[in-house]
C-alpha cells in the first residue's frame, strides 16, 4: 500500500531549495487543507493521508455504473412529477363537469320544488274557486278555508275574491289591508284569465299594496254555469318564493336569482354571498302566463390544480429530490475533479519525495516516529518499518552521544530547540558514523494544531570533508607562507648569527691567546680576563640559540593548545627576532604593557608569528622615513569591558608605527590573500594574521597613526574565560 503524506513544508524551506521552486508555500499549504475539507480525510499528525487503494476503492476508475442508479431515479422521479401534475389536472377537469352536473342537477330539483308547491297551491285554490263560484263557499267562510293554506305557505302573501265588477269580495288578509291595487300585468293575467277561462299568473311587477314589493299573482277565474263570478287572486311574494321554496342548503352554495323575460332581474338570493360566474345554470319555471326562469349560479369556484396538502408534500418532496440529485451531481463532479487534482499531487511528490536527498522525520508529541522519507532511511541504512512507530533511544543513535542525544531529544519535546539546527553525528547500520544537520520544526495540521514535530536532516559529511579539505590547503598555505617567511628571516638570521658567531670566535681566540701567553711566559693565566672572555662568548651563544629556538618554534608544525599567556612572556619570546628586523632598519623599539593585565587565553606560538609579521610590517613601513621617525611600539592594555563581543573582558595589542600609512583603495584589500604592495612580499601575512585571531575569538582591525603611520591592533580574551574549543585547527599562521 503507498502512503502518501502532506507535510507542512514550512520548515523544509529553509534547508531545501527543491522545496522553493517545486513547491511553493501556498502550494503546500493550500492543496492539503483543500483535499482535507473537500474530501474530509483523516488527518493524523497533522498531515493528511490518502491511501491510493482507497482511491481505488471509490471507483474512480470505472465512473460510469454509479450514474446509472441515480439517473433511472431522477427518471422516474420526472415521470412520477409529471403524472403528479398531469393527473390533477384530469381531476381538475372531472371534478369541474362534476360540479357542473351537479349544479343542474340541484337546480332542476329546486324547480321541480318550486313547480311542484305552485301546483297543490293551485289546485287548493282552483277548488276553492270552484266551491265559491257555486255558491257552496261564501264569503264569510272562505277565511277560515284560506287560514291553513296561508299558515303553510308563507310566500302566499294574500288571496282574495275579487269580483266581477272589481271590488274585493273577500280577502284572506280582512279587514282588507287595501285595495288589490293591480298592476298592470296583473290586470293582464286577470283579463287573460277571463277571456280564457283558464287560470293564470301575471308577470311579477311592484305594487303599492302589501308590504311586499313584488308580487307574482295568480288569478283563477270564477265561472259558474258561464257566468263570469269575478276571480280569486293569489298574490305570491317573489322574495319569499326563493326564501321558503329553495332549501336553505342550496342557497348557502348558489346565489339564486328569479328573472323575466328579457332577463332583467326581479328577485335575488344570495345567502352565501355572489355567485362566481364558472358553475351556472338557468331554468324555466313552467307558469302558464309567466315568463320566469330561475338562475342558479354557484358560489364555488373551480377547483385548485394541488387538491389536497399530500399531494402538495409529495411534489415538494420531488422536488427537493431533484434539488438534491442535481447537487449531488454537482458535488461527484467537483469530488472527481478534486480527486483527479489530488492523484496528480500524489504522484507528483511521491516522486519529489523520493527523489529529496533531505532525510525527512516526523515525530508525534511523544517523540514516536511517525514518518521517515527514503532519503533517511537510505541516509541510516534502516528500513522504514523498523523506525516508525519507535521511541528513543533510536537505532541511529551513535551509543557514545546517548547523553547528547537525550538532552536534544527532550528540548525538542519541550519546543525550546533553535531553528537554526543544529550538528550531531549520527551511526549507519554497518556502524559507521556521519555528521548531519538537522532542524526541527513543529508540525502543525490544517486547524492549526501542533501535532508533533518534523525534522529535516542533511548528510554534511561531504560538506565535513570539504571543509577539512579547505583546512588542510589553509594549513599548506599558511606553511607555505611561513616558510617564505623563514626564508627570510633565516637569511636575517644567518646574518645577525654572524654577529654573535663572530664575537664567540673573538672572545674564544682571545681566551685561547691568554692560554698561549700564560703558557709560554711560565705566568699563571690571566683568570680574570680568561672569565670574561668566555662569559661574553657564553652570552652570545645563548642568543644565537635564543634566535635559532624562535625560528625553530616559528616553522615546526604542530597542533594549536591554547594556554594562558602573560602579554609580556609573548612579547618576551618574540622580542629578541623583532630586534633583529628592527636593527637592520635602524628601528627604535617601545614595549608598553599596562600593569596587572590578565594573561590571555590563547596558542603562544600562533600569536608570537602573528605580532612578528605585524612588527616586520611595520618596520619594512618605517625603512623609508627618516630614521628620526622610526619608533615601532607595541602596546598592550585591557579592552573595557562591553566594547568587545559579547562584554566579556579581552586584551588590545596595538603595533604602531610612523611608516608610510596605507591609502584607502589599499586598505580595503588589505587582508586578501596574496596582496601585496611589496616586490618580493607574498600577502599572506595579514591574511593568516586575521585567520588566527579570529581563531582565538579576537578581531583584527588597523587605523590611520594620528601621528603618521598605521596602527595595527588586535583583541585576545583573557584567560578568565573557560576554555570551550580545543579542535585542532591549522597549526601555524
Ligand atoms: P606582505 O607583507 O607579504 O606584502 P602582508 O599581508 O603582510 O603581505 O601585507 C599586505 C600589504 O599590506 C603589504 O604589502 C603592505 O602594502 C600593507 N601593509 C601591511 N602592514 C603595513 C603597515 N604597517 N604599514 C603600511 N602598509 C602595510
Redesign the pocket.
Known sequence: MVLFEVPDCRQFLQTQQLWKTTCGKSACRSTPTIFQEQLGYTSAMGMPRLRLSAIARLGLARPGWRWLLPLLTALLVIAVLLSLVWLPLKAQRLESTERQEQLIADTLWVEQAIRFQFARDEDALRQLGAELASGRLTAPDLQARLAPLLRTNHELRRVAWIGDNGQILAASDEPVSGPPGLASESAAAADRARRTGIASYSQPAATGGLQTSTLLEYHVPLFDSGRYRGSLVASYSTALILEEMVPWWFAQDNEITLSGGDDNVIERRAAGGAGRGIYTHAHALDLPGANLTLRTNSIKVAPKLFPNLLVGAVVALALALLASLVALWRDINRRLAVEGALRQQVSFRTAMENSLVTGLRARDLDGRVTYVNPAFCQMVGTQADELLGRLPPMPYWAPEAMAEYQQRFSEVLAGTITPQGFETIFQRASGKRFPVLIFESPLVDASGRQTGWMGSILDISDRKRVEELNRQQQEKLQTSARLASMGEIASTVAHELNQPLAAISSYTTGALNILHASIASGNPVNAAALEMALQKASSQAQRAGQIIRSVHAFVKQRETVREAVPVQALIDGVVSLIELQAQKFFVGLQFVVAPQLPPILADRVLIEQVLL?LTR??IE?MQDVAPVRRILRISAMREPVGAAEGGHATVLIAVT?Q????AAD?GER?FSPF????AE???????ICRTAIEFHGGRLTHRDNPGG??I?EFTLPTAVLPATDRNSLPASA
Open positions: 609579521n610590517n611595520a613601513a608605527d611608516g608610510h600609512g596605507i589599499i588589505l596582496f601585496s604592495t611589496k612580499g607574498m600577502g599572506m601575512g595579514l591574511n603611520g598605521t595595527f
